[in-house]
């Protein structure tokens, strides 16, 4: 038997799962927008500029945000200093603080932004069949370019907008809409943050964050690797994730493929938490800030303002949080919200990959998915790794990966004996009915018969019918010409060997 599965990288590679995901509506009834961030591939210049259209929308709908937070912060400072805590307004954003040169910016940018995002809704909606490419909606290159400026002022500098409070309202309306249509809103926060991967890399290697088009764009095109065919990936950054004590975390869970056909997944009860060595912030884009992988963060040391409640190896037991959760009076998002949400968003991964990977006997492999949570304790997907580590780097880790290992053991070879054996922690999450296929004998497909010649003798054409015969005589004589063609064309087909059923 073997340990790993053919052609997986549909699914393990960040390529594969961000062009495939886009699949996955044809596989199973679900929306891949609601549990996988978008994506896209820098290298191909198609996907590129749907990026860049992705970027530029979700500008529009940032200015949309800033008018409503400032306003909700200007109503109530406590709140306000709470949000921006949370990564989504920053208070030297409001013109009454001591910042000595704010920058006004006029009413004109929001209207252009309403405009932006209204344009967006009628796409979803369908409304723009019948318009020309040249409405009245589109920018042009020099409009865009000014939007993001300004906008980058305003998020990233000391910039306001005038009289942003008589936008409040046609704002929270259009954010409302969005929303609506839009799952992925609530991760996109204000800054547009987007994280940067090489397309078939592991343990974290060469990723960075980014929130400026232009730096993301710099660099694939200052690339200068001779493989250029998909190096690069762009994903949207969850900008507004579940901390604990300040901290970032990421959730690694395991689950069991023993079979593509019929396919055959099982899912692992136990999962560990990974934490961050800093404290969770938007002003700066680290690695040690936002990315969780312990091949990153073991080298790092954990930041001396971290709380004391987090361990130092920076590892949890799913165990321990449900604990953690339960003390909060958030006990059942464990077993409500995340554990089946994980469930349904790796079983989805893998049905969508399964016409890709070959459906080899005697085959497993035992795969780690890394999801992150949102504020609402909806696990989001990032990745699917083949090989995850086993390296008792931790003690959480050395307790669950060799319990792991067992128990895949455990599955993959005594229950191929006894079906009711014990398998450990691990449960059946997904097992289809075998498809049958279709038998091929090697057969050549064809036809075989005679061609069909023309007549020798030629029909002259009629130009003057005779008036002593009348009309009917010339129906007559036509109707016999008909009948002969018709008898010698039937001649022709009962010689290829076909059942003619009418002729008309």
Known sequence: MLNHCGRTVSFTTKIGLCVNMRSLPWYVQANPNTFFPRCYGLCSETEKQEFLDDFRRTVASSILKWVVIHHSYNQNKGNGKEEAKKGDANPKKDPETTDPKPQGLSGQLVDTACKVCQAYLGQLEHEDIDESETSAEALSEDEWNDLIQQYYSLVHGNAFISE????????????????????????????????????????????????????ILELVATDNQTTKDNKWVVQKYIETPMLIYDTKFDIRQWFLVTDWNPLTIWFYKESYLRF????????????????????????????????????????????????????????TMWSSIIYPSMKKAITNAVRMAQDHVEARKNSFELYGADC??????????????????????????????????????????????????????????????????????????????????????????????????????????????????????????????LHVVSVT
């Open 164 to 215: 942003s409070r008589s936008y409040f309202s046609q704002c929270q309306t259009l954010l409302n809409k969005i929303t609506s249509v839009n799952p992925q809103t609530e991760i996109d926060g204000l800054r547009n943050i987007w994280i940067i991967k090489p397309a078939a890399k592991s343990r974290g290697r060469d990723i960075v964050c980014m929130d400026r088009v232009e730096n």
């Open 276 to 331: 961050s060595t800093q404290c969770f912030s938007l002003d700066k884009l680290d690695s040690a800030i936002h990315l969780c992988n312990n091949s990153i963060q073991r080298r790092l040391k954990n930041d001396k303002g971290r709380s004391p409640l987090l361990p130092g190896h920076n590892m949890w037991t799913s165990s321990r949080f449900q604990e953690y959760l339960q003390k909060r009076g958030c006990g």
């Open 372 to 497: 992150i949570l949102g504020r609402d304790f909806k696990p989001w997907l990032i990745e699917i790794n083949s090989s995850p580590t086993m390296h008792p780097s931790t003690p959480v880790t050395a307790q669950l990966c060799a319990q792991v290992q067992e128990d895949t053991i455990k599955v993959v070879v005594d229950r191929r004996l006894d079906r009711n054996c014990d398998i450990g922690n691990f449960e059946l999450l997904w097992r289809q009915p075998a498809i049958e296929l279709p038998p091929f004998n090697g057969s050549d497909l064809c036809v075989e018969g005679i061609s069909v010649k023309k007549a020798k003798k030629q029909m002259p054409p009629i130009t003057n019918l005779d008036p002593a015969c009348g009309p009917s005589g010339a129906t007559l004589r036509l109707g016999r010409k008909r009948e002969e063609a018709k008898v010698e064309w039937l001649g022709c087909v009962s010689t290829l060997g």
